[in-house]
């Protein structure tokens, strides 16, 4: 037997018993007399002394002993006489009395504590030993947990797990595909799943009626702080439901997290159209931890010679309580901030309203004192407020004033990473022009319903029809989105026309789910949620990386495994891909 109990579970109450533990040395202090060792592993740290009567066998031992290696030691508990109270053991120490070493360390690349010397690359590199520390492996517990919360309240609804699979057809919409070329098919190509959309339809066309699965998910895009190549989402499906039927059990899914995990009961979530998302905060992901909301300045700011003004479709304005006192350098700095080219606007137009209840703007060339005071009075600014105005072609400015609210929640320090406001974004458009192919792509996916009042301008009017999709918004993250889909051929068939596919195009991608809808289709509707994301999120990370247990770094690499990385020429030929010289 290699243990009687784990590192971290001695109390008190334990005092004077024979016990046996195995583990990790995280440290040893070597006091003279006495020698003091951290032992470590999954469950906590426990410390073993000995003592200056110990055997000498076993003195000697010890002082042989390093960082990491992992020992085993019989013992018996005793109180300590300096307690240390940051530590559930801390009240107790084991007095040695047998040691023996179970495997041998080199001395670690890094000290592997809560606050570590080690860089991320060194940590990605020896990600064994960076999961061995109790502030990352946290997040893998904190992981585990809520799979296994979401797994039960799913059953508890009689969701089925089932596996769908990894190899599977390349599809031009949507993300690129990651492809892995087939040896007994030589030119020809799987694609790992960008999700397992059209499986979990069919398994509704099966007859599964309530599907889920915690599933990897492939998408060959450029790198981001919170993308990774390969994620998991959390993936459900229903059958014979209208969108209430959805939104109801997963928000139910997200309070029963909030609930285990936060202890926080969360008020019915708001919903909000995506057309006021982004109206009044520039984007389909508005982060409601805080209010300035955007006000439309339009009409009340065109009102002198203003030429930059005049000649914008859309002037709008955030109003910033309490910023009236920025200096000029702070205003320097928001306009250089919304001029960086990541952001592109032309500059930034300021109105102070003074404590004492003057207004100064940095257009005071053109406006009185009243003009902005109306535009302060339509913005409900009060005195000691900032009011601070971008203009130009709505879609653009938009954007940009999105990015200069996050900045000034930021900056006063508004956006609180233990405050959550969820919310359900609805009623996005079903279809996105792109300029560039000069058609139209669906906004969420080919299999989206458009919303049933709007079905009738799918050819007409295109561009305005709803779709009967939602996305679960919290704090600005995106953390999960659905939507009702088609089951029916022919509106199938319409919804790839709006895409300009031909019937040939859609019957080669799409042709196994157009035949299973003449099979008897339930009406049907999901959801998937970013797993990773939402992890990061209760765990209170800026990056989904410490939440993955084996991440990939920011150019999509493993650098513990070196991967990607070249294959043989055997392999090469056997796949019966041109071998170039490397
Ligand atoms: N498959 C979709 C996605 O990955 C989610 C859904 O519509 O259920 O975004």
């Known amino acids: 037997m290699y243990r009687t109990h784990t590192c971290g579970e001695l109390r008190l109450e334990h005092v004077d018993t024979a016990v046996c533990l195995s583990g990790w040395i995280q440290k040893i202090r070597n006091l003279g007399a006495m020698t003091f060792i951290d032992l470590r592993d999954r469950y906590g740290i426990t410390q073993l002394v000995v003592a200056e009567t110990a055997p000498e066998d076993i003195r000697k031992a010890a002082a042989?002993?390093?960082?990491?290696?992992?020992?085993?030691?019989?013992?018996?508990?005793?109180?300590?006489?300096?307690?240390?109270?940051?530590?559930?053991?801390?009240?107790?120490?084991?007095?040695?009395?047998?040691?023996?070493?179970?495997?041998?360390?080199?001395?670690?690349?890094?000290?592997?504590?809560?606050?570590?010397?080690?860089?991320?690359?060194?940590?990605?590199?020896?990600?064994?030993?960076?999961l061995r520390r109790q502030a990352v492996r946290k997040n893998l517990e904190l992981r585990h947990r809520m799979a296994h919360l979401v797994r039960n309240y799913l059953d508890s609804f009689r969701f089925m797990e089932v596996e769908t699979p990894v190899l599977i057809k390349s599809t031009p919409e949507g993300a690129r595909d990651f492809v892995v070329p087939s040896r007994m098919n030589q030119g020809q190509f799987y694609a790992l799943p960008q999700s397992p959309q059209t499986f979990k339809q069919l398994l509704m066309v099966a007859g599964f009626d309530r599907y889920y699965q915690i599933v990897k998910c492939f998408r060959d895009e450029d790198l981001r702080a919170d993308r990774q190549p390969e994620f998991t989402q959390i993936d459900c499906e229903m059958s014979f439901v209208e969108r209430e039927d959805v939104l109801g059990i997963f928000e139910g899914l997200i309070r029963h997290l909030f609930k285990e995990i936060r202890g926080i009961e969360l008020p019915e979530l708001p919903r909000m159209s995506w057309q006021d998302a982004m109206e009044y905060y520039g984007c389909d992901k508005p982060d409601l931890r805080f209010d300035m909301k955007f006000v439309n300045l339009t009409a009340a700011a065109q009102t002198k010679e203003f030429a930059v003004f005049n000649s914008a479709e859309y002037i709008g304005a955030i109003c910033v309580p309490g910023c009236a006192s920025y200096t000029r350098k702070q205003l320097d700095e928001l306009t250089e901030f919304v001029k960086r080219p990541q952001i592109g606007a032309k500059g930034l137009v300021y109105?102070?309203?003074?404590?004492?209840?003057?207004?100064?703007?940095?257009?005071?060339?053109?406006?009185?004192?009243?003009?902005?005071?109306?535009?302060?009075?339509?913005?409900?600014?009060?005195?000691?407020?900032?009011?601070?105005?971008?203009?130009?072609?709505?879609?653009?400015?938009l954007p940009q004033l999105c990015e200069l609210?996050?900045?000034?929640?930021?900056?006063?320090?508004?956006?609180?990473?233990?405050?959550?406001?969820?919310?359900?974004?609805?009623?996005?458009?079903?279809?996105?022009?792109?300029?560039?192919?000069?058609?139209?792509?669906?906004?969420?996916?080919?299999?989206?319903?458009?919303?049933?009042?709007?079905?009738?301008?799918?050819?007409?009017?295109?561009?305005?029809?709803?779709?009967?999709?939602?996305?679960?918004?919290?704090?600005?993250?995106?953390?999960?989105?659905?939507?009702?889909?088609?089951?029916?051929?022919?509106?199938?068939?319409?919804?790839?026309?709006?895409?300009?596919?031909?019937?040939?195009?859609?019957?080669?991608?799409?042709?196994?789910?157009?035949?299973?809808?003449?099979?008897?289709?339930?009406?049907?509707?999901?959801?998937?949620?970013?797993?990773?994301?939402l992890v990061s999120m209760f765990a209170g990370l800026d990056s989904i990386r410490d939440t993955i247990a084996f991440p990939k770094n920011n150019s999509g690499r493993d650098v513990m495994l070196d991967s990607p990385s070249e294959i043989s020429d055997e392999q090469m030929k056997e796949l019966a891909i041109q071998v170039t010289s490397h």
């Not at 080199?106 to 570590?116: A, K, L, N, R």
């Not at 996105?432 to 799918?458: C, G, I, L």
Request: glycine share 10%.
């Open 405 to 533: 609210r996050l900045e000034m929640g930021n900056r006063l320090g508004l956006r609180d990473k233990d405050v959550f406001k969820p919310l359900w974004v609805v009623d996005f458009p079903l279809l996105e022009w792109d300029e560039e192919t000069q058609r139209f792509y669906a906004m969420h996916h080919p299999f989206t319903s458009p919303n049933p009042e709007d079905v009738d301008k799918m050819e007409s009017d295109p561009g305005a029809v709803r779709a009967n999709a939602y996305d679960m918004v919290i704090n600005g993250v995106e953390v999960g989105g659905g939507s009702i889909r088609i089951h029916e051929t022919g509106l199938q068939q319409r919804m790839f026309d709006c895409l300009g596919f031909t019937k040939e195009q859609a019957e080669a991608q799409f042709g196994f789910l157009l035949n299973a809808f003449k099979y008897g289709a339930p009406p049907h509707g999901g959801i998937a949620f970013g797993f990773d994301r």
């Open 64 to 130: 042989e002993l390093g960082r990491e290696f992992v020992i085993q030691v019989h013992g018996k508990v005793v109180e300590r006489a300096s307690k240390n109270n940051k530590i559930p053991t801390g009240e107790i120490e084991i007095i040695i009395e047998r040691l023996q070493v179970l495997s041998r360390s080199e001395v670690p690349p890094f000290t592997i504590e809560d606050h570590t010397d080690g860089g991320d690359e060194i940590r990605m590199r020896y990600r064994y030993l960076d």
């Open 351 to 397: 109105v102070r309203y003074n404590e004492d209840g003057t207004l100064k703007s940095s257009v005071d060339k053109f406006y009185t004192e009243e003009d902005l005071k109306a535009w302060a009075d339509t913005c409900q600014a009060r005195p000691g407020d900032l009011l601070l105005i971008l203009c130009g072609a709505k879609k653009t400015t």
